[in-house]
């Protein structure tokens, strides 16, 4: 059976222009890019490379790049770095929909005497930009939000927010762990202090990672030991996924045109389909203003779980709208804090697409989720009670 995987949020199949070029530093050439001897520098040689090529998928310097182990470490990064250069600050500023590497890091922070302030986003998934505004003060230490939301796929106003914070002297974080390579990101022009960016979402390998630090910006580093980043982050790098980094974002840059048009084109085609086809369902967060290959949908009166397990039975790989990593059912806390109804919220099933996806596919989808969830409802008796 063919798989047609539609989960690209959670992570890409690693490209094989990418995979090809990983494949020497794997054998080959495993020297340590630190080492004095020329078979190691050559080796570093290619991390030079492949910083400017992570740098100019950004329009940052790439002196300005700081290569981690995944989007996680980024974030972290990113706030212990803010905390650590401001120490008289006690004060963070975010949105109640970030994703858990920013929302639980700072969970364990406000029980360590930080306040945090969460602002919330209406039920469009639209940030409360007001909130943030009126909450920004002498005390504030960093202000982060995510780029785009991995559930919905909503974009924030990252620049307007930025230049109120650089305005107030206040450190911007953003979170572009699922915007970079789905959208033009230009780091100068958005006026951010650091963004965190992951090589598994854009079809380089899982464990491996970037923070982009604005130069002149003060840092103290998350992971301490070597020189390595030029002390930013210490550790010896992660040869071959770097270099398979770089080479993602190269073919990312070369991509945004598929993205807008081809890719976007197929997210709303199967939407369209779905509405018209599955009665009782509904799109989350605002329509307009999404990252082109995200498409979170909600069918009343079904369990998102069951969905999913059907689905995987004809092939279809895609996630749902609960909070299932931490063994719940409850509807995620992005659903919760848009204020989803409850019945949608718990048959939300998130589909994202990838340039590999292909027209066929989403035909597939359309083909077989309209069924499944016919034969999810038959058997509700809460379905039979309304319809
Ligand atoms: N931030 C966002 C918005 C994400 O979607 C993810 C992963 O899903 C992360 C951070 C964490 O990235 P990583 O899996 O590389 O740690």
């Not at 945090?116 to 920004?136: C, E, H, I, S, W």
């Not at 996924?241 to 070369?254: D, H, T, V």
């Not at 989803?340 to 990838?354: D, K, N, Q």
Request: hydrophobic share 35%; proline share 4%; with cysteine.
């Amino acid at each position: 059976m063919n798989i047609v995987y539609t989960d690209n949020n959670a992570t890409t199949r690693v490209a094989p222009e990418v995979l090809e070029e990983m494949l020497p530093y794997l054998s080959e050439y495993y020297g340590n890019p630190s080492s004095m001897h020329s078979f190691g520098g050559n080796v570093g040689r290619k991390i030079t490379e492949a910083r400017a090529k992570v740098a100019d998928l950004i329009n940052a310097d790439p002196d300005e790049i700081v290569f981690t182990s995944c989007g996680t470490e980024s974030d972290n990064a990113a706030i212990h770095a803010a905390l650590e250069v401001n120490p008289q600050k006690r004060h963070i500023i975010t949105s109640n929909v970030e994703h858990p590497a920013v929302k639980n890091t700072l969970e364990r922070l406000q029980k360590k005497g930080y306040t945090v302030t969460f602002a919330p986003v209406d039920t469009g998934g639209r940030l409360d930009t007001d909130l943030v505004y009126k909450n920004m003060s002498e005390d504030t230490a960093l202000v982060t939000l995510m780029w785009a939301n991995n559930e919905t796929g909503v974009i924030f106003p990252i620049k307007e927010v930025a230049k109120k914070a650089n305005e107030r002297g206040i450190i911007f974080h953003t979170d572009a762990v699922q915007a970079v390579g789905k959208i033009p990101i230009d780091v100068k022009d958005s006026g951010v202090d650091m963004l965190s960016l992951s090589g598994h979402k854009i079809h380089a390998p899982k464990g491996v990672a970037a923070l982009y630090v604005k130069k002149g910006l003060k840092f103290s580093s998350f992971m301490t030991g070597g020189h390595q980043e030029k002390g930013r982050r210490g550790g010896t790098e992660n040869t071959a996924s770097i270099i398979g980094l770089g080479k993602a974002c190269e073919l990312a840059k070369g991509h945004f045109w598929e993205m807008d048009k081809r890719v976007r084109q197929m997210r709303d085609y199967l939407e369209r389909q779905l509405l018209e086809k599955i009665p009782s369902s509904s799109i989350n967060g605002e329509i307009k203003n999404r990252l082109p290959n995200t498409l979170s949908i909600g069918f009343d009166a079904v369990e998102g779980e069951s969905i999913l397990l059907l689905m995987d039975q004809a092939g279809i790989c895609a996630s749902s709208g609960s909070a299932c990593t931490s063994g719940s059912l409850d509807p995620s806390h992005v659903l919760m804090a848009m204020k989803v109804p409850f019945e949608s919220a718990h048959g939300t099933i998130r589909f994202s697409l990838s340039i590999y996806n292909t027209l066929e596919e989403m035909d597939h989808i359309v083909t077989v989720l309209p069924q499944v969830i016919k034969r999810l409802r038959d058997m509700s008796p809460f379905w039979k009670n309304q319809n």
